[in-house]
């Protein structure tokens, strides 16, 4: 790790003072950003610790049935706010399928949703990496990457977005609230990791020096509360990224979908809305066909960047299966298992 | 750039100087406070062996930067005990054979004191083994590990039931 | 399990060696107070770190070390230039099985990992950041990195001296005599051992004697070899090894990064302690190499082997021979009138392999039980019948008794406890009421029972308490509490009153924790020692004519709770305590060194076997697989602990899950760089991949593998588990898969 200077402001509009200087960046619980700097991937001059500034732990219900949600509340505070799951359940159950509770304990939402790529090749500095070193190649286009992107990826780059938490966020339009240099403004989650293009240096939506400051989830999120899962593939139980992940929720009046949310995780390298998909699901009755034409719509887009082609088949599955579940209600517990597929509950599997 | 840091440790208030900001919590327990009992074993939060508790939650000290910690409480396997009373889990860990070669236990330990005031766990031992997944054990002592767990907590809950009582 | 009176276990009931004690070392372990290396902080230590490179073959032609010496804390970089010499030379292999190393010898490349320069700081931040500062530049050669473009070669030997290649009978006539042949390639990937605790060395020197803190499963011949790289006596050479986070086979052999730090020591005359970060444990510290096995099994229209056929090409690194002896695997199992096993060996830019758990049994088995399974297909038999009609009631083709075999009894055992009567013999026949396909499969375990030289040290005090010492190691087997029971129970006396020393290479030497034989061989090293001290005692007692055993010294005494009784009249004892008060001696000594009988070791088969079955279960639309249940049952010889046997077995079979379901290192055929180095990509399994273990503890009486009757626990369990684990996946979907480890791709057929 590199030497760097240690600053740790007071107050919000201090913190975006200290961030101006390049080579600057902010420091949450650091399980993210210290790992990158054990391995050199990034080698900021300067950390500013926002774990202190005030204001930034609380989780706001506003008038209108939303939710406000600070930088800095801890991925499992979120999770377990009882308020919280029982409202937007999808939403929890991704967080509690993401890392271990140690991390969850840790890592706050701001973080979560700044997290950057697992690729290896950009932890790997002998590697080339357009997202690590702009114009310097991508190693991973014709080397190891059966785990890449399937959706949305480019010659330039074809790293996925590693959150958990963040698929369910864009498939309820999530926005965050942002505070920089220039003011303040609002990006929806769904416009705040980027497509890699030509750039894939430029990971997300955010400014130099701006800061999340909040995250809101729109009173309308709160409709799909009883019919919500998040459902994640791993190649082991627990502790591991997802192979591929989806969200599905459903507002429903008996059979017949009033409203439809579907998004991926793992596929791209943004969590993954299939807004086309939804609009074919909303006013059918859910059957097991509306379910895979949704799937197949969802990724029709989908192209293998590598040894990846089965990711394709996988997402398309999963999405029928998230559709399933969620279709078959929110689960009156949160399951042992979050998002696994072992978590099923009896009878799942065949109504798809 | 020297930096003095407050912590309580194990119950004892100290104050650290850091000579560098880069030294983590693990680090600093290890290496400079002569606390070795907290293990390294990725240094990259992959394995748990790291494990503490800080103001009371579990969370890897390899991953936290000592200096972001100012202020806290930290609890790590050296304070557990009270005197030579072991702690209900150490000593269901010891019953249930929840080890090999000891090494991730001091984390095991710590992680399943943190799961068990998380109170998450409601005696299902699924959920402690899910609870539990992010303490890697090479050795495979997960099923001792679980079975200690259930004992601990079902007696820390029926202590809980007669102070209630 | 029968508890028959006449049982020779059942005869030792009541005796210190066969209660499930718990671990002696509990305590220290569960308050963080077992010291393991890199707990170890000398006053004035300074910090190593390695660079390691990036490339699998080529030259380093450039290291900034003026950038890295500025970093402030630097004290020293050793690189090539400076580096001091060494007596050894590096690239000479030093017997009886160290590794030619790499120690800074040359600016040559020869794997990804492997050392190019040592930093030394006076903190840890210092000595990582200026390792990182070196920015080392190459000159790049093509690597070999894959059976597409390494180089094939012929063997003198496989693993650890064994024969490369067998023959019995005439394997082309017993395929001619095959109704059926079953062939099929296996591969298996190179895995990591892994260990929790990293390789670390704190070394001291004070004039030329040295001191270690390391683990290390082999002191005496580390010793030796430490001694032969400095220059000094091996009793110069002083290892404390009280306890290893784990070995698993990569801790008994020597390899560069400690050399480097022990020789950073010396140079700067400070304590140097270096500590390998997880992803520098993937190259100069061994692992499992990659296997591609071929299988020919044929049978007849009984379901009998005509013919066995198991050839594997194993990969190595281009400077030494490790060879995973995989294809001897089948030797010992299955009767068949013709077999014929072989390696040929693959050159390739990398780590050399070495020893890892069940080195060869883990990989051979894989593919032998799962062809086996296949070919139970082909017959149109029960997996389990098959394996029974095809018993070896003796050695294969040697036709050697074995020592003993309670194989049989595991499989019966096993398969009741697991409830395998009435398995479908067709696959994709069983759900859960989830709708999760669910398979059963199974696998039959074996492993060979090594001997090793040992000494051991019995000292019985005058307060009737003891000492026991020997150069053990424990690793998790639970070394000081087996040990110290069978110690015990040659002393007559509880363990609670022995006090058991070991750890250190001062003592007598322990010989080899590896290979599943530390428990028999330092246990018989104890037992012998313990049984001289008895025998000391006794010729002092029947030699005392105030001694109620007086002239019993013919008719012979026996010990037994701190007392030496008259054998022909229990009723006449005296307790140690008088015996040694009277003669006013302060203790007795007793010595031993023991070893195999070489004649009763050449004329009998020794193995340990079990028989592992699993149930797993699989979503049928997406792919992803559980172990859910595993049972085992293992026959080892004499079970000294029960409670630390169930949990050795335990940890076998979550390696075998792990060999089946999880590990592998992905390397870029490219670069030859390891792409998942660390935990958190190279999947082990965590808790809640492990929902269900049972373990049965089969008696069996050997009394050739050695005089205690003991064989080995430590690494059976994961034979047998990866077969057991990949048979019942075929039997859940229908996919046979023979690349391990499954993954969720190969499991997405279409739906049924
Ligand atoms: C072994 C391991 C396994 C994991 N598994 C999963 C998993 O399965 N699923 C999953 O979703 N995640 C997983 N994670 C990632 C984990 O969720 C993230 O590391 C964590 O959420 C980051 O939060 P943090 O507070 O620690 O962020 P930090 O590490 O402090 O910061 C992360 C990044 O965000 C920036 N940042 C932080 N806060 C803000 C802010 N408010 N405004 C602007 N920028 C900010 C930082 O500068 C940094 O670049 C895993 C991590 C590890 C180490
Ligand atoms: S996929 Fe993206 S992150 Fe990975 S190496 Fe290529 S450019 Fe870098
Ligand atoms: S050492 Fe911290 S998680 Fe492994
Ligand atoms: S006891 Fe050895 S790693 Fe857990």
């Not at chain 1, 290896?120 to 114009?135: E, I, K, M, T």
């Not at chain 1, 066909?289 to 197949?296: G, T």
Request: proline share 6%; aromatic share 6%.
């Amino acid at each position: 790790m590199n030497r760097f200077d240690y600053i740790r402001p007071v107050s919000v509009s201090e913190a975006i003072a200290a961030a101006a200087v390049p080579g600057s960046a902010y420091l949450a619980a650091g399980t993210n950003l210290l790992d990158l700097m054990k391995v050199g991937t990034t080698r900021p001059e300067r950390v500013i610790d926002i774990t202190r500034l005030p204001g930034l732990d609380r989780i706001e219900w506003l008038p209108d049935g939303g939710v406000r949600i600070a930088a800095m509340v801890r991925n499992s505070d979120l999770a377990y706010d009882e308020r919280f799951a029982r409202t937007f359940p999808a939403v929890a159950e991704a967080l509690l399928s993401g890392a271990s509770a140690q991390l969850r304990n840790a890592a706050t939402v701001g973080g979560n949703l700044m997290q950057r790529t697992r690729c290896a090749y950009f932890h790997d500095l002998a590697s080339a990496c357009n997202r690590r070193v702009a114009g310097s190649g991508c190693d991973a286009r014709d080397g190891e990457n059966r785990l890449h992107a399937v959706l949305g990826w480019s010659e330039h780059c074809i790293a996925t977005h590693p959150s958990d938490f963040c698929v369910p966020l864009v498939a309820l339009d999530a926005l965050v609230e942002v505070e920089g240099p220039h003011g303040a403004r609002e990006i929806p989650v769904d416009l705040l990791h980027a497509l890699p293009g030509a750039t894939p240096e430029r990971e997300t939506a955010l400014a130099p020096g701006e800061l999340v400051v909040a995250l809101r989830l729109p009173a309308e999120a709160a409709d799909f509360s009883g019919n919500a899962r998040y459902l994640k593939l791993r190649e082991r139980t627990s502790y591991a990224f997802a192979v591929v992940s989806a969200a599905a929720a459903l507002e429903l009046e008996g059979k017949l979908i009033r409203k439809a949310r579907v998004a991926l995780g793992g596929v791209a390298a943004k969590p993954w809305r299939a807004r086309e998909a939804e609009v074919a699901l909303t006013g059918m009755p859910a059957s097991a066909e509306a379910f895979a034409k949704a799937a197949e719509i969802a990724l029709a887009d989908a192209l293998p960047s590598g040894d990846n082609a089965f990711k394709i088949e996988l997402a398309r599955r999963i999405v029928v299966r998230a559709l399933s579940l969620a279709f078959e209600g929110t689960p009156e517990v949160m399951p042992a298992l979050p998002a696994s597929p072992f978590s099923t509950t009896a009878g799942a599997i065949h109504v798809a | 750039m020297s930096l003095s840091i407050s912590l309580t440790i194990n119950g004892q208030a100290r104050t650290v100087v850091l000579d560098d900001p880069r030294v983590t919590l693990l680090d600093l327990l290890r290496e400079r406070l002569d606390l070795p009992g907290t293990k390294k074993g990725c240094d990259r939060g992959q394995c748990g062996a790291c494990t503490v508790l800080v103001d009371g939650r579990r969370i890897n000290s390899c991953l936290s930067l000592a200096a972001s910690l100012d202020g806290t409480e930290v609890t790590t396997i050296e304070g557990l005990a009270e005197g030579e009373a072991l702690h209900p889990v150490q000593a269901a860990f010891i019953a249930h054979d929840g080890f090999q070669c000891g090494y991730c236990t001091p984390g095991q330990i710590m992680s399943a004191v943190g799961l068990i005031k998380e109170g998450h766990a409601n005696g299902d031992p699924e959920r402690i083994r899910e609870l539990m997944s992010g303490n890697i054990c090479r050795c495979g002592a997960y099923q001792g590990i679980t079975e200690a767990i259930l004992e601990a907590q079902k007696a820390s809950t029926e202590a809980n039931r007669r102070d209630a009582a | 399990m029968s508890l028959d009176t006449a049982s020779p276990t059942a005869r030792r009931h009541g005796s210190n060696a066969g209660q499930p004690l718990t671990r002696r070392d509990g305590l220290l372990k569960v308050t963080g107070r077992a010291t393991y290396a890199a707990d170890n902080h000398p006053d004035g230590m300074l910090y190593a770190v390695t660079a390691i490179s990036r490339i699998a073959r080529g030259r380093v032609t450039a290291l900034d070390v003026g950038a890295a010496r500025a970093h402030a804390g630097v004290v020293e970089v050793l690189t090539p230039a400076n580096r001091p010499p060494l007596a050894h030379d590096p690239d000479e292999k030093m017997p009886p099985f160290g590794f030619r190393v790499e120690v800074l010898q040359d600016d040559t490349v020869r794997y990804v990992g492997q050392p190019i320069a040592l930093v030394v700081a006076e903190t840890l931040e210092a000595a990582t950041e200026a390792a990182a500062l070196l920015d080392p530049q190459y000159e790049i050669a093509d690597a070999r990195t894959d059976r597409s473009n390494g180089d094939r070669f012929g063997l003198a030997a496989v693993g650890i001296g064994a024969p490369p290649r067998t023959v019995h009978g005439d394997l082309a006539a017993g395929l001619a005599a095959a109704t059926h042949v079953t062939e099929a390639e296996y591969e298996t990937p190179a895995q990591y051992h892994n260990a929790m605790e990293p390789h670390a060395v704190v070394a001291e020197w004070h004039g030329d004697r040295v001191t270690l803190d390391m683990p290390n499963q082999a002191m005496a011949l580390s010793c030796a070899a430490y001694g032969a790289y400095f220059d000094i006596p091996a009793e110069n050479v002083l290892i404390r090894s009280p306890f290893l986070g784990g070995g698993f086979g990569s801790k008994a052999i020597l390899n560069g990064p400690q050399i480097l730090a022990i020789l950073a020591a010396r140079m700067l005359k400070r304590p140097v302690k270096l500590v390998l970060t997880r992803t520098q444990m993937y190259g100069p510290v061994g692992h499992r190499g990659h296997t591609w096995q071929k299988l020919r099994i044929g049978t007849d229209a009984q379901g009998r082997l005509t013919a066995l056929h198991h050839h594997a090409l194993c990969a190595t690194s281009s400077f030494d021979e490790f060879i995973e002896p995989a294809a001897n695997a089948s030797l010992p199992l299955y009767d068949s009138p013709a077999i014929l096993v072989e390696h040929e060996g693959l050159r390739l830019d990398i780590g050399t392999p070495g020893p890892m758990r069940a080195p060869g049994e883990a990989s051979g088995s894989a593919a032998l039980e799962v062809a086996m399974d296949e070919a139970a297909v082909a017959c149109g038999m029960d997996p389990l019948e098959f394996r029974l009609a095809n018993y070896a009631e003796t050695e294969p083709g040697t036709g050697r008794p074995f020592s003993s075999k309670a194989l049989r009894e595991c499989y019966l055992e096993g398969a009741k406890r697991f409830g395998w009567a009435g398995r479908p013999l067709e696959p994709r026949q069983m759900r859960d009421e989830n709708g999760f396909l669910v398979g059963w499969g199974m696998g039959t375990a074996v492993f060979h029972c090594p001997h090793f030289p040992a000494e051991a040290r019995a000292t019985l005090r005058a307060d009737g308490t003891a000492l026991v010492e020997t150069a053990g190691a424990d690793m998790g087997q639970g070394a000081w509490t087996a040990l110290a029971q069978i110690a015990a129970e040659a002393l007559g006396l509880d363990p609670d009153q022995v006090e058991f020393h070991s750890g250190i290479s001062t003592l007598p030497d322990g010989g080899i924790a590896g290979g599943s034989g530390h428990t028999a061989s330092a246990g018989l090293a104890l037992n012998n020692a313990g049984e001289d001290a008895i025998a000391k005692l006794a010729a002092i007692a029947t030699a005392d004519p105030a001694s109620p055993l007086f002239g019993a010294g013919n008719i012979g005494v026996v010990a037994r709770s701190g007392r030496l009784h008259r054998i022909d009249d229990e009723g006449r004892s005296e307790s140690y305590v008088d015996i040694l008060a009277r003669a006013g001696q302060a203790e007795v000594i007793g010595t031993a060194k023991a070893a195999r009988d070489p004649a009763i070791a050449e004329a009998h088969a020794m193995f340990s076997h079990g028989a592992v079955f699993a149930e797993v279960k699989v979503d049928p639309d997406l792919g992803q697989i559980r172990a859910t249940r595993l049972v085992g049952a293992f026959a080892a010889g004499r079970v000294i602990n029960p409670r630390l046997v169930r949990s050795q077995y335990f940890g076998g079979m979550i390696w075998g899950t792990s060999f089946a379901l999880h590990e592998e290192a992905v390397t870029d055929r490219r670069t030859g760089r390891i792409m998942n180095a660390d935990l958190a990509e190279y999947h082990v399994p965590v808790n809640a991949d492990v929902p269900s273990l049972d373990a049965i503890l089969i008696e069996e009486d050997d009394p050739y593998v050695n005089p205690l009757g003991i064989k080995g626990v430590g690494e059976i369990g994961i034979t047998g588990t990866v077969g057991a684990i990949a048979n019942a996946v075929w039997h859940a979907t229908g996919v046979r898969v023979r690349r391990f480890p499954v993954r969720i791709e190969d499991l997405l057929i279409a739906r049924a």
